[in-house]
T-cell receptor, first 108, second 115 residues
Framework: GIQVEQSPPDLILQEGANSTLRCNFSDSVNNLQWFHQNPWGQLINLFYIPSGTKQNGRLSATTVATERYSLLYISSSQTTDSGVYFCAVGTSGSRLTFGEGTQLTVNP | EAGVAQSPRYKIIEKRQSVAFWCNPISGHATLYWYQQILGQGPKLLIQFQNNGVVDDSQLPKDRFSAERLKGVDSTLKIQPAKLEDSAVYLC?????????????FGNGTRLTVT
């Protein structure tokens, strides 16, 4: 099956800092999604981004499918951005495989 | 629109007992998923339904886990008998596209503790 590797595994920031999270995957995909799991365990879909670039407020994501990676950018981080960020990938009709996540802590 | 609804929120059982979880997906979503998330790990797919039919249950421990999706809407996941290693959060998700190529939306999950 597809292997998904996320980096870094842990990240600690001061409020206001910017960060980049990376997701590498081992095979061609046409389904890639980023999620945020908050400290209460709720998983929120941030982006459906099998290719290209999307932006939503302070968050943006870029997927370069031909080079098998995706990046999630967080600008001007806030304490509410804390939690675990997951990348999940798959091919059409197949299961989404999740990475192990990046644990982000934003300190005030 | 209403999100994915799951119940119960928490469940504590003894090993060898049985338990059932319920999920109501977002209205109109063709694809429904059950994931298991063990503490410190990413979610792992247990079973994927497209309407009434099972698309992928390759990672479902079929000797103890079962799931059904009646009339292509609600779904239940059952564990019988439970083992200690089944302690996890069970997440239900749905997506609009029948092939899953659209954003996945998760419910709040059921936290299961097996003692």
């Amino acid at each position: 099956g597809i292997q998904v590797e996320q980096s870094p595994p842990d990240l600690i920031l001061q409020e206001g800092a910017n960060s980049t999270l990376r997701c590498n995957f081992s095979d061609s995909v046409n389904n890639l999604q980023w999620f945020h799991q908050n400290p209460w365990g709720q998983l929120i879909n941030l982006f459906y981004i099998p290719s290209g670039t999307k932006q939503n407020g302070r968050l943006s994501a870029t997927t370069v499918a031909t080079e098998r990676y995706s990046l999630l950018y967080i600008s001007s981080s806030q304490t509410t951005d804390s939690g675990v960020y997951f990348c999940a990938v798959g091919t059409s009709g197949s299961r989404l495989t999740f990475g192990e996540g990046t644990q982000l802590t934003v300190n005030p | 629109e209403a999100g994915v609804a799951q119940s119960p929120r928490y469940k504590i059982i003894e090993k060898r007992q049985s338990v059932a979880f319920w999920c109501n997906p977002i209205s109109g979503h063709a694809t429904l998923y059950w994931y298991q998330q063990i503490l410190g790990q990413g979610p792992k797919l247990l079973i994927q339904f497209q309407n009434n039919g099972v698309v992928d249950d390759s990672q479902l421990p079929k000797d103890r886990f079962s799931a059904e999706r009646l009339k292509g809407v609600d779904s239940t996941l059952k564990i019988q008998p439970a083992k200690l290693e089944d302690s996890a959060v069970y997440l239900c998700a749905s997506s609009l596209d029948p092939r899953g190529n659209s954003p996945l939306h998760f419910g709040n999950g059921t936290r299961l503790t097996v003692t």
